[in-house]
């Protein structure tokens, strides 16, 4: 059996599709511009786009003024990737006084991210949304799933994975991806969750010494990261989301502890890793978003 993890290559849900899945109340809400960035992040032929014109920049024979090249051709494939890309921001920010060696790097870097697709190890649940992308907030809409959960008491997962990993074993229910690790809140513990292909996998109810629940379905914003899942990183994913959030309180709010969506096994090694990190959130009632509105 396979330890986790996948990936769908397709475009994150988009606002709009998010807005009819969250009832009428989000179609009263009124979609500010700004609500572009949610639409799915960048389309694959858009990074593959951006990433050839940095290829091709570090395979030019230009020596002279080379440094100036490299900056303008980081300029243009940050033209192509938008504003609300943090791999565009980063190249928009390069300079020519940069160290030709630094700048090459970066662009390494920034070609390795923007052709990056996760190995697909597990199925995901049956109608889970495609992953987020690894440079920019997306706004992803769930739906109803079950799953095992145990605490993760102090942060410790080795204990509750294996907890759970017998549970499934003994119940006979095929791995899947994501592991779902939900921050504690409210004087709750930690707690970390296997996901079910589909609900037939298993009853409710308390076996093997974990608890089987259903979810509801939902929003979360969502942004998605290579490689090994370091404190400092999710730390810094969490703030963005935060600040992402703070733009556009206008219209959404948060409903619950931040989360991390762990779409690899131990075998997967290095930046071939993915995971996510998520904050739940809903669209804010048409009155309260009315009243947001006019007090500006």
């Not at 949610?38 to 230009?62: C, F, H, N, P």
């Not at 890793?273 to 009243?291: D, Q, S, Y």
Request: with cysteine.
């Amino acid at each position: 059996m396979t330890v986790f993890s996948a990936l769908a290559t397709a475009p994150s849900t988009t606002c709009q599709e998010a807005k009819a899945d969250a009832g009428a109340t989000a179609t009263r809400i009124p979609a500010p511009a700004t609500f572009a960035e949610l639409d799915a992040g960048l389309a694959k032929y858009t990074r593959l786009r951006a990433a050839e014109v940095l290829d091709d920049a570090l395979e030019s024979t230009t020596k002279l003024m080379r440094s100036r090249m490299l900056v303008a051709e980081a300029r243009r494939a940050a033209d192509i990737l938008g504003s609300t890309s943090t791999i565009g921001q980063e190249l928009r920010g390069a300079r020519a006084t940069t160290d030709e060696d630094d700048l090459e790097r970066m662009f390494e870097r920034a070609i390795g991210d923007l052709r990056f697709e996760p190995t697909m190890e597990a199925p995901v649940p049956e109608a889970w949304p495609p992953t987020a992308p690894i440079d920019r907030v997306v706004l992803k809409s769930y739906p109803k799933y079950r799953m095992a959960k145990t605490p993760a008491r102090g942060g410790q997962e080795t204990t509750p994975f294996w907890k759970l990993f017998g549970h499934i074993k003994n119940s006979d229910i095929a791995m899947t991806a994501p592991v779902q690790m939900d921050d504690a809140a409210d004087g709750s513990d930690a707690q970390m969750a296997f996901l079910y292909r589909v609900e037939a996998d298993g009853p409710l109810g308390r076996h093997h010494g974990v608890d089987v629940v259903d979810v509801e379905p939902g929003m979360a914003i969502s942004i998605g990261s290579r490689g090994y899942r370091m404190a400092k990183d999710v730390e810094q994913l969490t703030k963005q989301l935060e600040r992402w959030l703070e733009k556009h309180a206008a219209h959404l709010e948060r409903t619950g502890p931040k989360r991390v969506m762990g779409y690899n096994g131990p075998g997967m090694r290095g930046d071939r890793r993915f995971f996510e990190v998520e904050i739940p959130v809903r669209w804010k009632p048409a009155a309260a978003t009315k009243e947001s509105t006019t007090a500006d």
